[in-house]
C-alpha cells in the first residue's frame, strides 16, 4: 500500500489543524494505522494508532485528550485532528499501516512494527 500525507502547515499555538493520510494500492480496511511524528535532532515518537476497524484507538500521553486520530475506510482516508496546539508539537507527521492488528500495546508504539510509511508533512506550531 502507498501512503501520502497531507495537511500539514504553519499555526499558532492554541490553534488547530488536521493532517490526512490517503491510501492506495491495497485493502484500506485490513491495516491497523498510526501517527508518528518526528521532531528535528529527535528520535521518531508514537503519537496515535487505530485498529483496522476503527473498534479502539491508542493515543500518546502527550497528545490525549488534545488530538482525535480517525479512519475513513470508505474514503481510504486516515485523518488526525490536533487540537490546543503546542510549540511541542512542532514536528514532521508520519502515518503508517501494517498488514496486521498487534495485541502488544508496546509494539503499536514502535515504528518498527509498521511495514508502510508516508512522506510526512511538516506542522509547525509558533508560540
Known amino acids: 500500500v502507498q501512503l501520502q500525507a497531507s495537511g500539514g502547515g504553519l499555526v499558532q499555538a492554541g490553534g488547530s489543524l488536521s493532517v490526512s493520510c490517503a491510501a492506495s494500492g491495497g485493502t484500506f480496511s485490513n491495516y491497523p494505522m498510526a501517527w508518528f511524528r518526528q521532531a528535528p535532532g529527535k528520535e521518531r515518537e508514537f503519537v496515535a494508532a487505530?485498529?483496522?476497524?476503527?473498534?479502539?484507538?491508542f493515543y500518546a500521553d502527550a497528545v490525549k485528550g488534545r488530538f482525535t486520530i480517525s479512519k475513513h475506510n470508505s474514503k481510504n482516508t486516515l485523518s488526525l485532528q490536533m487540537n490546543s496546539l503546542k510549540p511541542e508539537d512542532t514536528a514532521v507527521y508520519y502515518c503508517?499501516?501494517?498488514?496486521?492488528?498487534?495485541?502488544?500495546?508496546?509494539?503499536?508504539?514502535?515504528?518498527?512494527?509498521?511495514?508502510?510509511w508516508g512522506q510526512g508533512t511538516q506542522v509547525t506550531v509558533s508560540s
Open positions: 503508517a499501516a501494517r498488514s496486521s492488528e498487534m495485541a502488544n500495546n508496546a509494539w503499536r508504539r514502535d515504528p518498527q512494527m509498521y511495514t508502510y
Open positions: 487505530i485498529r483496522r476497524s476503527s473498534s479502539a484507538t
